[in-house]
């Protein structure tokens, strides 16, 4: 039986993670850490459903580190390692309400979720710690609506029971401005009674020393790369939620389509296939390619569908990346495919593109930089620039697949790797060997502290020969993660 066959014939393995392992002890605190695109949050929304089906008695809450970047500002100046177990429990209750009741906080304007917060705050006024449980005012609830007394209720009784699971999903996204407090605020929760455990994921960074001063007795963990059985599986699912005439296939037709279908996506990514991120990016760019060599009808296959160039890293992002924008601007310009096709529509698109793309690259400087480093590189004109940009996306004109909203004046890329890259495309246009040298916030907020001395930045982004000093400047500098593929760098390419 062929590996294909075998992996349609077994049924998903379900692992248990930890928390849900008999006999195990490894302490409250669970830790994943890997880099970017290895599957951390997708991995992590899994890991709340099968906690809930594993004991339907836990309450578990999902945190997004990001959208909480206005709380933790504001926590900075409030000494929250000095604060008492009520007024910590009093926080993990407004976290809470606000995971619960304000879904999509990135589209909400600051004013907008502040009625939420002064609302949590009200509520958690009549909750008290006594003997590590929560005692709560039963005679002043006559003023909170039903809805309010039955989540207080709620949130007691999880408590007490020691039922309430804490997923804190992509903490080094708000690092390393409010990496501080962060810390302190979730090793305190971590010393509740009534917490049961504490997930957090991270990129790596530097930040497993902080976790082991911060928390002291936790569980580390990393997610492995796809395994051909991964491979296979995810190739199947993307088949079936995008393709419907090969949902009518039968048994055999599916499994003979996803064979050659496999050696197709396999060969042109290579390694990048064993992560995750990486593989949903190629299938997205090689399909549409491949598929138009399959004739469902006569159930047959083009031998053409193997003409295929391996890609690369570059290569994947820099097509998803044009795909998401190409289509952004046909339902902008309210045009068909077709009409999309004629000359003067094609001019009119190369023209948004450029835009777009320049709007991009300053959207991706703002993100990356702190308030210091934006000054010291860029222009009054750019920043007013990237600012109206902004507006015009937390009003909801957001670029689908690529930038999901804003948080606290800063854009949210739906993936950090899309900021790396534009934030890189935007170093390239700018030759920025003397700003670079002069811009001290690099080596704190883009760069961040990523990387060991021994590790070689991979550089996949095409640059100009005369960049040889750049490339000497980058080179010195903490540029990439662990796994040396990201963040995207420059690339002398003599034969350009």
């Given at each position: 039986m ?7 014939a ?13 006999g ?13 695109g ?23 809450i ?19 390692d000095?604060?008492n ?18 879904p999509?906080v ?12 002064a ?25 909170l ?21 804490l997923?804190?999903?992509g ?14 605020c ?16 991270s990129?790596r ?10 928390f ?6 990393q ?11 995810s ?18 037709d ?42 469902f ?12 160039t ?11 990346i044009?795909k ?8 902008k ?9 004629t ?10 593109l ?27 004109e750019?920043?007013?620039?990237a600012v109206?940009?902004?507006?015009k ?6 670029l ?19 900021a ?9 246009e ?9 811009c ?27 960049s040889n ?5 980058l ?6 993660d662990?796994s ?13």
């Open positions: 062929s590996d294909v066959k075998k992996t349609l077994l049924s998903e393995e379900t692992q248990e993670p930890p928390g849900c392992r008999d195990e002890n490894d302490g409250k605190v669970y830790i994943f850490l890997n880099e970017a290895e599957g951390k949050t997708t991995y992590f929304t899994w890991l709340a459903w099968r906690l809930s089906t594993y004991d339907r008695s836990l309450y578990v999902k945190l997004i580190a990001l959208e909480y970047s206005t709380d933790f500002e504001r926590l900075e100046e409030c000494r929250v000095h604060w177990d009520t007024q910590i429990v009093r926080l993990l209750y407004r976290f809470i309400h606000l995971a619960l009741f304000v999509s990135c589209r909400r304007t600051i004013e907008e979720t502040d009625v939420h917060r609302e949590a705050v009200r509520c958690a006024e009549l909750i008290s710690l006594s003997n590590g449980r929560i005692v709560l005012d039963e005679t002043k609830t006559k003023d609506t039903a809805m309010q007394l039955i989540e207080l209720r709620l949130f007691r009784e999880k408590f007490n029971q020691n039922q309430l699971v997923i804190l999903d903490f080094d996204k708000i690092a390393p401005y409010y990496k501080d407090v962060v810390m302190k979730f090793a305190r929760f971590a010393q509740l009674d009534g917490l049961r455990n504490l997930y957090i994921s990129r960074y530097e930040f497993v020393e902080a976790f082991q001063q911060t002291g007795d936790f569980s580390l963990f997610l492995t790369k796809y395994s051909k059985h991964d491979k296979i599986l190739l199947y699912k993307f088949l079936l939620s995008n393709y419907s005439d090969y949902i009518r296939c039968d048994w055999d599916r499994g003979h389509l996803l064979t050659v279908l496999y050696v197709i996506v396999d060969d042109a990514l290579a390694d990048l296939a064993t992560v995750p991120l990486w593989l949903h990016t190629g299938l997205v760019m090689l399909l549409p390619l491949t598929m138009k060599f399959v004739n009808d006569s159930k047959s296959i083009s031998k053409r569908i193997f003409a295929q391996k890609l690369d890293a570059l290569h994947l992002v820099e097509g998803f044009d998401q924008l190409s289509n952004y601007i046909t339902s310009m309210g045009t068909t495919n077709a009409a999309a096709r000359v003067a529509a094609r001019s009119n698109k190369a023209r948004m450029k835009l777009l793309k320049e709007q991009l690259m300053l959207l991706a400087m703002y993100a990356m930089l702190d308030c210091n480093g934006r000054d010291q590189l860029l222009s009054i750019e920043q007013a620039e109206e940009f902004i507006e996306v937390a009003e909801g004109q957001e689908l697949g690529i930038v999901e909203g804003v948080r606290d004046g800063v854009p949210l890329f739906r993936y950090r790797l899309f790396e890259y534009f934030a890189a495309c935007w170093l390239f700018n030759e920025p060997c003397n700003l670079l040298s002069k001290n916030s690099f080596t704190t907020s883009f760069w961040k502290e990523n990387v060991r001395a021994n590790d070689r930045p991979r550089a996949i982004m095409p640059a100009k020969p005369a000093r750049y490339i000497g400047l080179a010195k500098a903490p540029t990439v662990k040396g593929c990201i963040l995207f760098l420059i690339k002398v390419q003599n034969e350009r």
